[in-house]
């Protein structure tokens, strides 16, 4: 994390409750029923962050839902821990999918002369988002700014961790959600600092107005959001708290 002093950020932490020598994260991907389709936002890692990540084909057993039945994956960005579970030995894990991504994201995380201008550890990530684009070929879907993507769910373009980084609304009667992408990467840290960000934000500064802009806007609405590194449940409500934000969890319906 960038922009906090290491003893802010473990008292932070200890605040929330966590270890700090092992802070707990989370890798959501949310599928949306609607209309007697499945749609996919983020697909997780898949296999590439290790043991704890990469669940989600298992999920979908555990369901009785076909991954063949997923008929659009609705991607945030063309980060590993959202496009990593894209596909399975080269091939779409969701072989009827659309992948629908936005210009921005595809024309960056494409670009060879942008990857040689990064450190040697960060290419990888470029050759991850081409071999999925590839990977979806003809099926990709590719949009710019406040474009619907499906019925009742429309992309807000929320850029800085990547140029083009979205969230998406979905919208069904007078009920919403808000799935919010990476606005927050450790809800125990920048929901109290959203001016702290992350080495893998493209353009800090611009993440971190982002996020301003749009905790202010949220905060004390009512507005149900989802988010992918938000813990368990994944989904919420943000309120203000003191100089910053707290994120109360939507009571999980366990039947
Ligand atoms: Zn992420």
Redesign the pocket.
């Known amino acids: 994390m960038i922009g906090i002093e290491a003893e802010d950020f473990l008292s932070l932490v200890e605040a929330a409750h966590q270890d700090p020598a092992n802070v707990r994260g989370a890798?959501n991907a949310y599928m949306v029923e609607s209309g007697g389709e499945t749609w996919m936002i983020d697909s997780g890692t898949g296999p590439i962050f290790g043991p704890t990540l990469g669940h989600m084909p298992e999920v979908f057993a555990t369901l009785g839902t076909d991954l063949g039945s997923v008929s659009k994956l609705i991607v945030t960005h063309l980060?590993g821990?959202?496009i990593g579970g894209a596909t399975m030995d080269g091939k779409p894990i969701f072989p009827n999918a659309e992948m629908i991504v936005t210009e921005a994201d595809r024309a960056f995380w494409t670009n060879d002369e942008i990857k040689a201008q990064f450190p040697e550890q960060f290419r990888g990530m470029f050759d991850l988002a081409k071999a999925t684009l590839a990977a979806y070929g003809d099926k990709l879907r590719v949009i710019e700014g406040e474009a619907d993507v499906a019925p009742g769910v429309t992309a807000r373009p929320m850029p800085g961790h990547t140029v083009g980084h979205t969230g998406y609304m979905l919208e069904s009667g007078s009920d919403s959600l808000l799935v919010w992408g990476?606005i927050i990467?450790v809800p125990a840290v920048q929901l109290a600092r959203p001016e702290v960000t992350i080495m893998f934000d493209t353009d800090k500064e611009q993440a971190a107005a982002t996020r301003a802009d749009l905790m202010t806007a949220l905060a004390g609405t009512g507005q149900r959001i989802a988010g992918?590194?938000m813990l368990f449940p994944g989904v919420g409500y943000l309120d203000t708290l003191g100089d910053g934000y707290h994120f109360v969890p939507e009571p999980w319906a366990y039947l």
Do not use: L, N, R
């Open positions: 890798v980060h821990d959202h990476d990467h992918m590194h």
